[in-house]
């Protein structure tokens, strides 16, 4: 996460230096510089995400859901948990029972994985990869309790759900890196498509 705000300023300030906004020191108008930035940065945003390849634009969108799932799933249970909650968050029960995330986890990554693969349309995939990388957090989120089958989520044991949810998350991000790396190398190593 703090790699992530960390990359964001660092763009932010980059576009601020080569963009339109006056720099800090040449206004008195700094918050309307800073807008201005701002706006220009997500204007950088939305081109890059354009312009990129819709595999790579999967990749980021199936990392992006994820990360952000498994962050809101984390910090919704730990508000249940310590019982300030709104009606918002609290448990889902259906009669006695609790349901775990992971079950609509299960249902959403099997639905997003299940149309991708009936329809096989590359525009479609990079918005199905949102669905299927939340579901897939949630899913991971509650490993742990899937493979002890207890309810470890706040135990010792429970860090194994951690585990592996950053660890998907290290190995999404190094694919979409690898990914590109590979596509911005072929031209100069393979002949043109006709």
């Not at 448990?91 to 990554?109: E, L, Q, S, Y």
């Not at 997003?112 to 989120?141: K, Q, Y």
């Given at each position: ?6 990359t964001?300023?660092l763009?932010?300030?980059r576009v601020?230096r ?17 807008a201005?930035?701002?706006r ?5 945003l939305r081109?890059g995400?354009?312009?990129?390849p819709?595999r790579?634009?999967?990749?980021f ?21 310590t019982?300030?909650?709104?009606s918002?968050?609290?448990d889902?029960?259906v ?6 995330h992971?079950v ?10 299940g149309?991708?693969?009936?329809t ?8 199905l990869?949102?669905p299927f990388?939340a ?12 493979l002890e ?17 950053f660890?998907?998350i ?10 590109r790396?590979?596509r911005?190398g ?8 006709p």
């Amino acid at each position: 996460m703090s790699a992530t705000v960390a990359t964001a300023g660092l763009e932010w300030a980059r576009v601020w230096r080569r963009g339109s906004a006056p720099l800090p020191r040449e206004t008195e108008h700094l918050v309307a510089a800073g807008a201005t930035a701002t706006r220009e940065t997500l204007a950088v945003l939305r081109e890059g995400y354009r312009a990129s390849p819709t595999r790579e634009n999967v990749l980021f969108n199936l990392l992006a859901a994820f990360a952000l799932t498994f962050g809101f799933a984390r910090g919704a249970t730990f508000v249940i948990r310590t019982g300030r909650g709104s009606s918002m968050f609290r448990d889902v029960r259906v009669g006695n029972r609790h349901i775990h995330h992971f079950v609509p986890g299960f249902a959403m990554a099997f639905v997003a994985g299940g149309v991708s693969i009936a329809t096989r349309r590359e525009d479609l995939d990079r918005w199905l990869a949102i669905p299927f990388g939340a579901g897939v957090a949630l899913v991971l989120d509650e490993a742990a309790l899937l493979l002890e089958l207890d309810d470890v989520y706040w135990s010792e044991e429970g860090v194994l759900s951690l585990q592996l949810s950053f660890a998907t998350i290290g190995l999404l991000s190094a694919l979409a890196l690898a990914v590109r790396l590979l596509r911005r190398g072929e031209p100069y190593v393979l002949p043109e498509e006709p």
